[in-house]
């Protein structure tokens, strides 16, 4: 793994996955958590559920909702 990533291990759907991410997406995607009142592990695995894709990688939806909910977009 790059050294500028950070690894944080979640349990979603029953099983242990580790994500990948830059510190600024995890910043940005525990802010997110924080304004819904939600922890980082509940928004990650509604992430993860609401995947249209799940063959497409969990960074990749988390990178994506914290680009949308920066821009403005509701996400």
Same mark, same amino acid.
């Given at each position: ?10 349990? +979603? /759907?029953?099983?242990?996955?580790? %994500? ?10 525990? =802010?997110? #958590?924080? &304004?819904?009142?939600?922890? +980082? /592990?509940?928004?990650?695995?509604? %992430? ?5 894709d799940p063959t497409l990688p969990l =960074?990749? #939806?988390? &990178? ?12």
């Open positions: 793994m790059t050294r500028h990533l950070r690894k944080r291990s979640f349990r +979603l /759907a029953g099983h242990r996955t580790s %994500v990948a991410l830059e510190p600024d997406f995890w910043g940005a995607l525990e =802010a997110i #958590a924080a &304004r819904e009142g939600t922890s +980082l /592990a509940a928004l990650v695995a509604r %992430v993860d559920a609401g995947r249209a =960074a990749s #939806a988390l &990178r994506v909702l914290a680009l949308r909910r920066a821009g403005g977009g509701a996400g």
